[in-house]
């Protein structure tokens, strides 16, 4: 993933009308949650692992020209244009300024995407020394992950879980009799279907099983049902492998 991202140029994240100044200015929610002070956001601020501390000890400031943050994450130091190192107590949805959500609808996730690739992209630290080129090379590729793995229903949901404490067996042998059943007869209709057409079909049957059970997800979550939220993973990764099989065979 990395290697793809690495060779994809950085025209096509500049073509995408924004200006390279343009940062996200909106606080994420969790600094609003997490801070005692009132909400705006005023350095030095609270750090997840830190909060208990007293922040004026912890200040996070730029490695290059040592200002404070100017907004939230910091992956980028809008004072000297220089990309910080990676820091994984911020979470994917830090980095794109929202809350923990399952429903991501209504957020513009391609369009942060691309505006962190803006000033992340190797390509923009080329003249710049080994430390800032592999720090841009680590952020880049952590922002691509984060970008995937918030996109796609079923990443998202074993992600959020993860957030939790609550790791998935993706491998995980399934002894549901009737989808078990279920699996084989799909996989036959995978088999024999023969034109683009049947296969279409499968996969929107697929997307509406996937789009059910994501539901479910959603659900188990909210209610804090761990155990049905992993079982439901289950079927998801089953409709979401269907659906790739498909896909490659179209
Ligand atoms: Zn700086």
């Known amino acids: 993933?990395?290697?793809?991202?690495?060779?994809?140029?950085?025209?096509?994240?500049?073509?995408?009308?924004?200006?390279?100044?343009?940062?996200?200015?909106?606080?994420?929610?969790?600094?609003?949650?997490?801070?005692?002070s009132p909400p705006s956001f005023a350095p030095p601020f609270c750090r997840k692992s830190l909060c208990s501390k007293p922040a004026e000890k912890f200040q996070i400031t730029c490695w290059n020209c040592h200002d404070v943050p100017q907004s939230v994450p910091f992956l980028f130091c809008q004072s000297c244009r220089c990309v910080q190192p990676v820091d994984h107590s911020i979470d994917y949805f830090e980095i794109f300024g929202t809350e923990k959500t399952y429903d991501v609808e209504g957020i513009d996730l391609e369009g942060k995407y691309k505006e962190w690739q803006k000033k992340l992209h190797p390509d923009l630290v080329h003249s710049k020394s080994q430390k800032e080129k592999d720090f841009a090379a680590e952020q880049s590729a952590r922002v691509i992950d984060a970008y995937h793995t918030l996109s796609k229903p079923l990443s998202r949901a074993i992600y959020m879980l993860k957030l939790d404490g609550a790791e998935i067996d993706e491998e995980q042998t399934i002894y549901d009799a009737e989808l078990l059943a279920e699996i084989m007869e799909i996989r036959e209709e995978v088999e024999e279907a023969t034109n683009s057409e049947a296969l279409n079909h499968i996969r929107s049957q697929m997307q509406e099983k996937l789009q059910n059970w994501s539901n479910a997800f959603a659900d188990a979550f909210e209610r804090r049902d761990f155990e049905e939220a992993k079982n439901v993973i289950k079927r998801m990764t089953y409709y979401s492998r269907v659906i790739e099989e498909v896909v490659k065979k179209l």
Do not use: E, Y
């Open 1 to 36: 993933m990395r290697n793809k991202f690495l060779s994809t140029p950085l025209s096509s994240f500049l073509k995408f009308g924004r200006t390279l100044t343009s940062i996200p200015q909106r606080l994420s929610p969790h600094l609003k949650l997490r801070s005692s």
